[in-house]
């Protein structure tokens, strides 16, 4: 059973809108969260992150929402740009896994139109 | 993703034939994993090591075998290759455990016929 659940399998946005990728997550236990892009043919890169102690980080154009009670993460890209069109994948870790384990979402396409 | 290299990048097997995949790594990171991705199913943990001549089993292990006998490689083998191990495989490398200075390699296509 999954636990970490990325619902949209693509998301389509025009150049310079925003782009906004959900996340939900079952276990109560994770407390640190990721968001890593993937380009074909390439391997993940990481992206962002988040403690459970804080409802949102930003850098640059990428800031990421927690909403502990809900079990719920965003991501949102403002201003799209094509070069962000790519697979993004959210993953999650406990700190009870002492080496940090994590539990991947099944990704999202992103497909940046001009 | 400098600094992970895997190879080889593609393969065919037939079905009980055997092979191993080859995760070489630069960073002197202490923490190596191999992850599969199927369609849907985003990154699954297949094994996992902690450091040199330690491994450990992830989310799905079943029908692998790792070894770490120099910290820059971690070696992932299939002793009876099926279809269903028909995938993408992805190795990757930690130097802290936090996920967020994690690096993966290129990832490698295996399909089993």
């Known amino acids: 059973d999954q636990q970490v659940k990325q619902n949209s399998p693509s998301l389509s946005v025009q150049e310079g809108r925003i782009s906004i990728l959900n996340c939900d997550y079952t276990?109560?236990?994770?407390?640190?969260f990721l968001w890593y892009k993937k380009y074909p043919a390439e391997g993940p890169t990481f992206l962002i992150s988040?403690?459970?102690?804080?409802d949102k980080n930003e850098d640059g154009r990428f800031t990421v929402f927690l909403n502990k009670s809900a079990k719920h993460l965003s991501l949102h890209i403002v201003p799209s740009q094509p070069g962000d069109s790519a697979v993004y994948f959210c993953a999650a870790s406990a700190a009870t896994d002492s080496w940090g384990k994590l539990q991947f979402g099944a990704g999202t396409q992103v497909v940046v139109t001009p | 993703n400098a600094g992970v290299t895997q190879t080889p990048k593609f393969r065919v097997l037939k079905t009980g034939q055997s092979m191993t995949l080859l995760c070489a790594q630069d960073?002197?990171?202490?923490?190596m994993y191999w992850y599969r991705q199927d369609p849907g199913m985003g990154l699954r943990l297949i094994h996992y090591s902690v450091g040199e001549g330690t491994t450990a089993k992830g989310e799905v292990p079943d029908g692998y075998n790792v070894s770490r006998l120099k910290k820059q490689n971690f070696l992932l083998g299939l002793e009876s290759a099926a279809p269903s191990q028909t995938s993408v495989y992805f190795c990757?490398?930690?130097?802290?455990?936090?996920?967020?200075?994690?690096?993966f390699g290129e990832g490698s296509w295996l399909t089993v016929v």
């Open positions: 276990n109560s236990m994770f407390d640190y």
């Open positions: 960073m002197n990171h202490e923490y």
């Open positions: 988040i403690s459970s102690i804080k």
């Open positions: 990757a490398t930690d130097g802290t455990s936090s996920g967020n200075t994690i690096y």
